[in-house]
């Protein structure tokens, strides 16, 4: 576990991590469920030219979900593509006060599409907005997935921004370009 991690899970409640555990075990699940309907779909097509009429429509708004409600365990395991050139150059305070900055940008930008996700799913709901396939989707519950996920990211945002505070505060070490 990397250094953010383990500062992230030292201020993270037992509920928390469980929420991300939760959420992460969910993502496996539907990226299990989705190679098993894409394979469904593509024997249907190929040997009996019956294609499915909801395969493809599902696994688009669970990709969705694969992209954005596992976001905030990806972003507290650091398991994303960091562009690391400069700031490894940079003094370790100096990197940990950018880190900070950008934890804090983070959470704005998180807590807006909170926010305009939660009102457009608001609206989906309200007005029994479907998708225009046979398969009918209401669009409720893909839209409820980016309030959802913007959600777990934004608070793992603040959490490493108070962490990465604390040990600016501190001066401690916060190295984690190991």
Same mark, same amino acid.
């Given at each position: 576990?990397?250094?953010?991690?383990?500062?992230?899970?030292?201020?993270?409640?037992?509920?928390?991590?469980?929420v991300?555990r939760?959420?992460?075990?969910?993502?496996? $699940?539907? @990226? %299990?469920?989705?190679?098993?309907?894409?394979?469904?779909? /593509?024997?249907? +097509?190929?040997? #009996?030219?019956?294609?499915?009429?909801?395969?493809?429509?599902?696994?688009?708004?669970?990709?969705?979900? $694969?992209? @954005? %409600?596992?976001?905030?365990?990806?972003?507290?395991?650091? /398991?994303?593509? +960091?562009?690391? #050139?400069?700031?490894?150059?940079?003094?370790?305070?100096?990197?940990?006060?950018?880190e900070?900055?950008?934890?804090?940008?983070?959470?704005?930008?998180?807590?807006?599409?909170?926010?305009?996700?939660?009102?457009?799913?608001?609206?989906?709901?309200?007005?029994?907005?479907?998708?225009?396939?046979?398969?009918?989707?209401?669009?409720?519950?893909?839209?409820?997935?980016?309030?959802?996920?913007?959600?777990?990211?934004?608070?793992?945002?603040?959490?490493?921004?108070?962490?990465?505070?604390?040990?600016?505060?501190?001066?401690?070490?916060?190295?984690?370009?190991?």
């Amino acid at each position: 576990m990397t250094p953010v991690a383990e500062c992230s899970t030292a201020l993270t409640p037992r509920l928390w991590r469980g929420v991300n555990r939760l959420v992460l075990h969910g993502g496996q $699940l539907v @990226l %299990a469920f989705m190679a098993l309907t894409i394979f469904y779909d /593509a024997l249907m +097509r190929h040997f #009996f030219a019956m294609p499915t009429s909801w395969s493809l429509e599902i696994n688009q708004f669970l990709l969705v979900y $694969l992209g @954005l %409600a596992t976001a905030g365990e990806i972003q507290r395991n650091q /398991a994303h593509i +960091r562009i690391e #050139f400069f700031a490894n150059r940079l003094p370790v305070q100096v990197r940990t006060a950018m880190e900070v900055l950008i934890a804090l940008v983070g959470v704005v930008f998180c807590v807006v599409m909170t926010w305009r996700g939660g009102v457009i799913a608001w609206q989906a709901g309200e007005y029994g907005e479907r998708v225009s396939s046979a398969f009918g989707t209401p669009l409720v519950f893909p839209y409820a997935i980016i309030p959802l996920g913007f959600s777990l990211l934004g608070m793992q945002f603040l959490l490493e921004a108070i962490s990465r505070s604390t040990a600016l505060i501190r001066g401690e070490r916060h190295d984690d370009a190991d």
